[in-house]
């Protein structure tokens, strides 16, 4: 070979601009080592690093959620323990036992909340990543359990946490003063001798309610279910019915704050107070209120007894509050085609 040839060919006479750009078109063969990641989707920013689907991403946050919150449940879960054997242990039926045997208590279902809170998260965050869609804010974790499927705080569905909420902590109170109480256990008479049956009013009542308000609006519009305000669904709805009128009900925002579910108890779809719900929020907490305070006050008695009249204005609350969803499935229908 002769380097002088070699040498004028490179220096002197260069190939072609389409010669090069043939050549530059050529791939080099990947090193093992260098092999550049696939590059991120349009619309996605670049951080050098392999980029996430978006279902591995909900997963990924929903574990770095779950992280946090298990955290505060070793917290919870280890003060609940340590207090729940020192109070456990005390022989005095006194009032600052009955005291800490109350707040003990009350921090067991905290705790357990906690972590009811943290396994829902973690189950949910799996759902997402298998493709299943990620639900609304509102709805993830135990907040689904006074949500509905329309994104508002379900006035029943919220009862039935309370007095569940309410009866669990007594129960609990009741076996933390066990050996405090010189005329035995305290749990095992308020659940056989000293069982209250007016309880499993007060627990099946809100129940009962909710399952009647979710079946009247789950069977509006002769089943189809109610259609949303955007006038392609209510047309749709429309015409499989054959109707000119349907019921309507746009899910709600997925806002957060305490303030913003407290407001949803008693208003209604149009954001105005509902005085159905209105009651029975009022009577419900009036009947809480009554049962806590005759509760810390003789829990040697157990469970305490509610007073007949209590009862009865629960159950004409819970009674109009269902009706009310029957009826506006009903009544408060709109136009569907006005605007198709």
Do not use: C
């Amino acid at each position: 070979m002769e380097p002088d040839t070699i040498m004028t060919t490179n220096t002197q006479n260069p190939a072609p601009d389409d010669a090069l750009d043939a050549k530059s078109a050529v791939p080099d063969a990947p090193h093992p080592e260098t092999t550049a990641l696939p590059s991120a989707p349009a619309g996605t920013a670049e951080t050098g690093a392999h980029q996430l689907p978006d279902s591995e991403k909900v997963a990924a946050d929903g574990q770095k959620v779950t992280g946090l919150w298990w955290l505060a449940a070793t917290v919870a879960v280890a003060a609940a323990v340590a207090l729940t054997v020192v109070v456990a242990r005390g022989t005095h039926f006194t009032t600052g036992q009955r005291a800490a045997a109350a707040g003990t208590a009350l921090l067991v279902v905290v705790a357990l909340a906690i972590v009811a809170q943290i396994i829902l998260m973690w189950y949910q965050a799996r759902l997402s990543a298998a493709g299943q869609p990620t639900l609304p804010r509102r709805r993830r974790g135990l907040k689904a359990a006074v949500m509905g499927r329309d994104n508002r705080a379900s006035t029943s569905k919220t009862q039935v946490v309370l007095w569940t909420a309410a009866v669990v902590w007594a129960l609990i109170d009741l076996l933390l003063l066990a050996r405090a109480h010189p005329g035995g256990s305290l749990f095992t008479s308020a659940v056989t001798t000293n069982w209250r049956p007016e309880y499993l009013v007060l627990l099946g009542l809100p129940v009962a309610a909710a399952a009647t308000a979710k079946a009247a609006v789950a069977g509006a519009n002769s089943g189809q279910g109610p259609a949303t305000s955007d006038p392609s669904s209510k047309k749709k709805v429309a015409d499989r019915l054959n109707v000119q009128r349907v019921y309507v009900r746009d899910p709600g925002p997925d806002i957060k704050g305490f303030r913003a579910g407290l407001a949803e108890l008693f208003t209604g779809d149009d954001n105005s107070v509902d005085w159905g719900d209105l009651q029975y929020v009022v009577f419900t907490l009036v009947t809480l209120a009554y049962f806590a305070i005759q509760f810390l006050a003789q829990p040697a008695n157990g469970l305490p007894p509610v007073p007949a009249a209590l009862l009865t204005l629960m159950g004409v609350s819970a009674t109009g509050y269902a009706a009310n969803k029957v009826v506006s499935t009903k009544v408060n229908l709109k136009d569907a085609k006005a605007d198709g």
